[in-house]
């Protein structure tokens, strides 16, 4: 009985797909806002909804590639002026709270980072529909799953396009506010391009004492990654929540 339970749609350990992904990806898609870093060819709501479910429908779910992604990405890839991009690192909600009023651009403003913001999907061989059971989980079955990689070649893209001063909010909370295997880590950090500025902020939670310092290893390790690019580094730690987001 487990074998057949774990060669079924359940065998994953990861979420399974969201209900009504499809529609969840139109809706948004419809309704985003067309700002000038949204998009560089005309918006087709449509087009873009079959790039996204052709990337992986019927498709083993451990095997995606960055090719697979690449008719989506070319449908909507982002432009966004120099000066604007927020990376994050565990701090989602943080950096999209500091950057939103302040004009700033997070990758999930940019039109596919917003389709697929806290969405699962994947999909299983020979069939049209999505796995909505389970989906492959990064560290129990594989690395190559579809989120995973939508999300390396999205934010590699958005690395390499970033000019000028780039912010990276962390938690400086953690023992190591710089992680080398998160997708910061080891996709954005190494993809910036030389004579960028990277501004990093070690925000600590509130209530919580700050754990790491721009002196610490993990901070040192960036510097070292950056400085092998080329990447100016600023940083400024000790932060706490009201201090970073401007509230006295
Ligand atoms: N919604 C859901 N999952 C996401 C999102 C998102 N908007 N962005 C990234 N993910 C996935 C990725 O697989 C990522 O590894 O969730 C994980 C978030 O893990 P964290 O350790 O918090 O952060 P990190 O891995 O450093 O990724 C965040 O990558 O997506 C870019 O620009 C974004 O700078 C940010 C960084």
């Given at each position: 009985i487990y074998k057949w339970y774990r060669s079924g749609?359940?065998?994953?350990?990861?979420?399974?797909s969201t209900a009504d992904f499809q529609k969840i990806i139109q809706e948004r898609c419809d309704n985003y806002p067309q700002q000038i870093w949204s998009y560089s060819r005309s918006r087709n709501c449509?087009?873009?909804?079959?790039?996204?479910?052709?990337?992986?429908?019927?498709?083993d779910p451990c095997k995606a590639t960055k090719e697979d992604y690449r008719r989506l990405i070319d449908?909507?890839?982002?432009?966004?002026?120099?000066?604007?991009?927020?990376?994050?690192?565990?701090?989602?909600?943080?950096?999209?709270?500091?950057?939103?009023?302040?004009?700033?651009?997070?990758?999930?403003?940019?039109?596919?980072?917003?389709?697929?913001?806290?969405?699962h999907w994947c999909g299983e061989p020979g069939s049209p529909d999505l796995?909505?059971?389970?989906?492959?989980?990064?560290?129990?079955?594989?690395?190559?799953?579809?989120?995973?990689?939508?999300?390396?070649?999205?934010?590699?893209?958005?690395?390499?396009?970033?000019?000028?001063?780039v912010q990276v909010v962390l938690d400086g909370s953690l023992e190591n506010a710089f992680?080398?295997?998160s997708i910061f880590g080891r996709v954005e950090a190494p993809n910036l391009k030389p004579m960028v500025t990277l501004q990093a902020w070690l925000v600590h939670d509130p209530g919580k004492p700050p754990r790491d310092s721009?002196?610490?290893?993990?901070?040192?390790?960036?510097?070292?990654?950056?400085?092998?690019?080329?990447?100016?580094f600023i940083c400024r730690d000790n932060l706490s929540r009201d201090e970073f987001l401007g509230r006295f």
């Open positions: 749609l359940n065998r994953w350990h990861g979420l399974g449509q087009e873009i909804k079959q790039a996204f479910m052709s990337a992986f429908i019927s498709k449908l909507a890839d982002p432009t966004v002026p120099c000066n604007k991009i927020v990376l994050w690192s565990k701090t989602k909600e943080l950096a999209r709270e500091y950057a939103k009023p302040r004009g700033l651009v997070t990758l999930e403003d940019t039109l596919l980072g917003s389709l697929a913001d806290d969405l796995n909505t059971w389970s989906c492959p989980d990064w560290k129990k079955d594989c690395r190559t799953n579809y989120l995973t990689v939508f999300w390396e070649v999205l934010s590699k893209r958005f690395a390499e396009s970033a000019c000028g001063t992680n080398e295997m721009c002196s610490g290893s993990s901070i040192t390790k960036l510097k070292s990654i950056l400085s092998e690019r080329n990447v100016r």
